[in-house]
Each structure stands twice: as structure tokens, then as C-alpha cells.
């Protein structure tokens, strides 16, 4: 921000046809008070839009700190979610594994029964 406040004063002061300091002249007089009119309205208009940026910059580090905060937690669900697809992502696979056993067991069940059944005649 200081660095912001240099350099309007800087080119407020090149607009306004002031010399340098390092371009002193012994000769210089003080500005008249037309002179320090017109540079103080070509300041204030500088100095508001100064103040204005600095006061995106404010709301925009906020937003930012908030958009961070978010950003962290859905990482952190994201990583949630990660761990439980993991843990249930073979659950489907397990599902029709389970079933096609179920399925060749009632399928030997029946053979079973059918073969004590002839074997009881």
C-alpha cells in the first residue's frame, strides 16, 4: 500500500510539472495557490481510487480466506468419500459373487435331495 502511496504522489507530481528532487533549483519558488488547486484536483480523484483498491484488496483477501476454508473442508470430504468408496467399492462385485454361489448351492441342494430320494427306493 506505501508502495501505491509513492508512487501517486510521484505521478501527481510529474502531471503537475513538478521537478524531481533530484532536479532542485535554487531558484525554485513555491507554487502558487492556482498551481495547488489544480494538483489537489488531480490528487483527490487518485487518492479515492486509491482508497477504493485497497478496499477491494480487503474484500477480495477475505473472499479468498473464505474460498481457502472451503476449499479445505471439500478436500477433506472428498478424501471421506475416497475412503468409503474404497471400503464399499467391492460390495457389488461381492453381491453377485454371493448370489451365484447362493444359486450352484440350492442347484447341489436339489442334486442332493434327488439322490437320496433314489437312494431311499
Not at 35 to 41: G, K, L, T
Not at 78 to 97: F, H, I, S, T, Y
Amino acid at each position: 500500500m506505501r508502495l501505491w502511496a509513492v508512487l501517486l504522489v510521484f505521478t501527481a507530481g510529474l502531471l503537475c510539472g513538478c521537478k524531481h528532487s533530484a532536479q532542485t533549483d535554487d531558484s525554485a519558488q513555491p507554487p502558487s495557490p492556482s498551481v495547488r488547486a489544480a494538483r489537489n484536483e488531480q490528487i483527490t480523484p487518485l487518492e479515492n481510487e486509491l482508497y477504493l483498491r485497497d478496499k477491494q484488496i480487503e474484500e477480495l483477501r477475505a473472499r479468498n480466506d473464505l474460498l481457502s476454508e472451503r476449499v479445505k473442508k471439500l478436500e477433506f470430504l472428498n478424501e471421506q468419500l475416497r475412503e468409503q468408496l474404497k471400503a464399499v467399492g467391492d460390495a457389488p462385485r461381492q453381491r453377485d459373487l454371493y448370489k451365484q454361489q447362493a444359486t450352484e448351492n440350492q442347484l447341489q441342494i436339489g442334486r442332493l435331495q434327488r439322490q437320496i430320494k433314489e437312494l431311499k427306493r
